[in-house]
C-alpha cells in the first residue's frame, strides 16, 4: 500500500507550513523587544501611573509592559525650533524591567524646552532603539541636567 500524496494531503501540509511561518513571525515580533510604552511623570505622580504628562517641571520616566529584563539607556534630545530650546541630556542607565514589564527612573530636572526621551536597547541588549516619548519641560532657570533625586 503506498503513500497517499493527493490534493488533499498537500493541502493540509501547506496549511501546517504556513501556520507554523505565522507562529514563528510572531515569536521574532514578541522576542523583537519592541514591546510597551514609556511614560513621563511629573514629580510627585505615584508611582505606575499609566498616564503621561506631557509638560512637567522635574520629572521621570516609568515604563510599562516591556519585555521582563529589558533595560537600556536613556537619552534625552531637544526636539522643535520653539524657545526655550533646551539642551540635550548625557547618557543615562535605564533599569532592567520587573517581571511586568515596568521600570521607574530617578528624578530629572533640565533646562525649559522641548525634548524627546528615547529608550536604547531592545530584549536582545542590542544598542537599538526601543521606545520614545515626546513632552516639554515648561519651568526651570537651570542650563543643564541635573539628578532631583531618586524615585
Given at each position: 500500500m503506498g503513500?497517499?500524496?493527493?490534493p488533499?494531503?498537500?493541502r493540509?501540509g501547506s496549511?501546517?507550513?504556513v ?5 514563528l513571525?510572531?515569536?521574532s ?8 510604552t514609556?511614560?513621563?511623570h511629573?514629580y510627585?505622580?505615584?508611582d ?6 506631557p509638560k512637567v517641571?522635574?520629572?521621570n520616566?516609568?515604563a ?7 533595560g537600556g ?7 522643535g525650533?520653539d524657545?526655550p530650546r ?6 543615562y542607565?535605564a533599569?532592567?524591567?520587573?517581571a511586568d514589564?515596568y521600570f521607574s527612573?530617578?528624578y530629572f ?6 525634548y524627546?526621551a528615547t529608550?536604547?536597547g531592545k530584549?536582545d541588549?542590542?544598542d ?9 519641560v515648561?519651568c526651570?532657570?537651570g ?9
Amino acid at each position: 500500500m503506498g503513500v497517499r500524496s493527493g490534493p488533499a494531503i498537500r493541502r493540509v501540509g501547506s496549511v501546517i507550513a504556513v501556520v507554523g511561518l505565522v507562529w514563528l513571525v510572531g515569536a521574532s515580533a514578541v522576542l523583537a523587544g519592541n514591546n510597551g510604552t514609556l511614560k513621563i511623570h511629573e514629580y510627585g505622580t505615584p508611582d505606575g501611573t499609566p498616564n503621561n504628562d506631557p509638560k512637567v517641571c522635574s520629572f521621570n520616566v516609568e515604563a510599562f509592559g516591556l519585555d521582563p529584563g529589558q533595560g537600556g539607556y536613556l537619552k534625552f534630545t531637544v526636539q522643535g525650533g520653539d524657545s526655550p530650546r533646551g539642551v540635550d541630556s548625557p547618557t543615562y542607565y535605564a533599569p532592567a524591567a520587573d517581571a511586568d514589564g515596568y521600570f521607574s527612573t530617578m528624578y530629572f530636572m533640565a533646562p525649559p524646552g522641548h525634548y524627546k526621551a528615547t529608550l536604547y536597547g531592545k530584549a536582545d541588549l542590542t544598542d537599538v532603539k526601543a521606545k520614545s516619548k515626546v513632552f516639554k519641560v515648561t519651568c526651570g532657570e537651570g542650563t543643564d541636567w541635573t539628578n532631583a533625586g531618586e524615585t
